[in-house]
C-alpha cells in the first residue's frame, strides 16, 4: 500500500538503524560535552570519535541475551571502542538515549509532513481560484439549501488546511525537545551542561523538568494532531465521495486508462482512493486514544507506553504522509462537472431560494412566524406537487398582497447568494 517514496522518506526515519545512529550521535556529543567539562581527557575523546560505530547483526545477537537493546547497543559501540568505552553512558539511562532520539525522530517526520501540507495549501488554493465563480448546490443535513460555489468548498478545506499547518509547526516544536538528566531526571551523576550541549547540537531544547522519561502528554499532542490532521483529508475525502454518487456525480476522482473499477462491473469508476483515505483516518484516530492512555505511568516511570509508541509513532507518520501523496495529486486531477452541478442547482424546482422570499415579506411588515408560515405553506405545495417555486408564489394571494412580480423574480437570482465571494477569499488568504 505504502509507495516507494513514502518508504524511502518517512520510513527511512524510523528504521533501527536510524535510531541507533542519533543515539550514538547522542552518546558522541555527550562525550564531547564532559570533555568540555574537563570529566574525559581529549585524547580519549578524539579516539571514541574515531573509533564510535555500531553493527546491527552484533547488537542483536546481544539483545537475546541482555533482553535490553540500549545496553546491547552500549556494549556493541564499547566493543568497538575499547578502552575508552568507560566514558560511555556515563550518569545516563536509557530513556536519556530513546526519548531524545525519539524526538529527533518525530521532528524529522514532522519537516517532511510540513512539506506535504504546503504542497496541498497550493494544490488547494489553486482550485479554489479556478472554481470561484462556478456555482453548485450547498447541503445541509444532505439535503439542498442554499446556492454557493464550488471554488468556496474549496476555500473552505484551504482555511482548514492551513491552520492543519499551524498545529503541525506546533507539534514540531512541541517534540523539539531532548532529556539527558539521568535515572529519574534529578541530574544526580550528570552535569545539566551536558544535557544543554546535546540538544543544542541536536537542535532541541532541553526538557524543563523530567522523570526518568519526557512526559507522554508531549507525544499525546503530537499524535492527536497527526489524527487531526487525518480526519480533515477524511472529512475534503468524504465530500468527494459524496459529490461522486451517480445521481449527482459533481465531482469525480480521477479515473486513468487501464483503470479498473470493478472486477465484475465494467462500468464502474469507483471513489477507491478517497474511500482508502477515510479507512486509514480511522487508523490515525485509533492510535491517538492509544497515547492519551500513555500519558498515566506508574510513579516516575514505567514502560508501558515503549511497545505502544514503537508502533504508532512510525505507523501515524507513515500514514499521513502516504494519506497527503494520495489526496493531493487526487485533487490536482480531479474531475469537476458544472453543467452537473446546475442541474443540481434546478433539483427543488426553486425551493433553495425560499429564504430571500421569506425576508422580503419581512421587509413589507409581516413577522417572521407570519412570513415564515406562508412561504412553508408555498413550499410544501412544491414538494407535494413538484411544481415550480415561483409559479407557486405567483398564485399564491398571500404572498400577491405584498411582492410584484418582478420582486418575486429577484428573489431567484443566484448571483445575490454568492456577492461576497471576494471578501470570504481575501480572509481566507487566495487572491
Keep these: 500500500m505504502i509507495d516507494r517514496y ?46 564510535a560505530k555500531f553493527d546491527m547483526e552484533e547488537i542483536k545477537r546481544l539483545e537475546e541475551k541482555t533482553k535490553h537493546d540500549v545496553v546491547a547497543f552500549i556494549n556493541n559501540v564499547g566493543q568497538n571502542i575499547g578502552p575508552e568505552a568507560r566514558y560511555l553512558h556515563v550518569g545516563l539511562t536509557s530513556s536519556d ?3 531524545t532520539s525519539l524526538s529527533v525522530q518525530c521532528v524529522e517526520a514532522s519537516d517532511i509532513l510540513l512539506v506535504d501540507l504546503n504542497k496541498l495549501l497550493l494544490v488547494l488554493k489553486s ?35 492551513k491552520r492543519n499547518l499551524e498545529r503541525m509547526e506546533q507539534a514540531r516544536e512541541v517534540m523539539r525537545i531532548g532529556k539527558l538528566s539521568g535515572a529519574v531526571g534529578t541530574y544526580a551523576n550528570i552535569d545539566p551542561y551536558v544535557e544543554e550541549f546535546v540538544c543544542e547540537m541536536l537542535g532541541l531544547k532541553p526538557a524543563n ?62 471513489p477507491v482512493t478517497c474511500e482508502r483515505i477515510s479507512g486509514l483516518s480511522r487508523l490515525l484516530r485509533a492510535n491517538a486514544q492509544a497515547a492519551f492512555e500513555n500519558i498515566s505511568l506508574w510513579h516516575e516511570r514505567d514502560i508501558s507506553h515503549s511497545s505502544v509508541e514503537r508502533v504508532i509513532l512510525p505507523d501515524s507518520t507513515i500514514i499521513l504522509n502516504y494519506m497527503l501523496h494520495k489526496l493531493i495529486p ?39 412566524e407570519e412570513a415564515y408560515n406562508v412561504i412553508q405553506h408555498c413550499a410544501m405545495q412544491v414538494w407535494q406537487e413538484t411544481s415550480d417555486f415561483k409559479e407557486v408564489l405567483y398564485r399564491d394571494r398571500k404572498v400577491r398582497k405584498f411582492l410584484k412580480p418582478r420582486e418575486i423574480d429577484a428573489c431567484f437570482d443566484i448571483k445575490y447568494y454568492t456577492r461576497h465571494r471576494d471578501l470570504i477569499y481575501k480572509r481566507v488568504g487566495i487572491k
Design 6 to 51: 513514502t518508504l524511502s522518506k518517512m520510513g527511512s526515519i524510523w528504521t533501527d538503524e536510524h535510531k541507533f545512529s542519533i543515539m550514538l550521535r547522542i552518546e558522541v556529543l555527550a562525550c564531547e560535552a564532559m570533555c568540555k567539562l574537563g570529566i574525559i581527557p581529549k585524547k580519549s575523546l578524539e579516539k571514541i570519535k574515531k573509533n
Design 97 to 99: 538515549l530513546l526519548d
Design 209 to 270: 523538568i523530567a522523570t526518568q522519561i519526557i512526559q507522554r502528554d508531549v507525544h499525546c499532542q503530537f499524535v492527536t494532531t497527526l489524527a487531526l490532521i487525518g480526519s480533515s483529508l477524511n472529512k475534503f475525502a468524504t465530500e468527494i465521495r459524496l459529490l461522486q454518487k451517480t445521481e449527482v456525480l459533481e465531482v469525480e476522482e480521477p479515473f486513468f486508462k487501464g483503470q479498473i473499477g470493478s472486477s465484475a462491473m465494467p462500468h464502474k469508476r469507483n
Design 330 to 368: 487526487l485533487i490536482e486531477g480531479l474531475l469537476v462537472y458544472p453543467k452537473n452541478m446546475i442541474t443540481s442547482l434546478s433539483k427543488t424546482n426553486g425551493l433553495i431560494y425560499s429564504q430571500r422570499v421569506l425576508l422580503e415579506l419581512m421587509k413589507k411588515g409581516l413577522t417572521r
Design 127 to 161: 482550485k479554489a481560484k479556478k472554481y470561484k465563480d462556478t456555482p453548485c448546490i450547498a447541503r445541509t443535513h444532505g439535503v439542498h439549501a442554499e446556492p454557493t460555489t464550488f471554488g468556496l468548498k474549496l476555500a473552505v478545506w484551504y482555511d482548514e488546511t
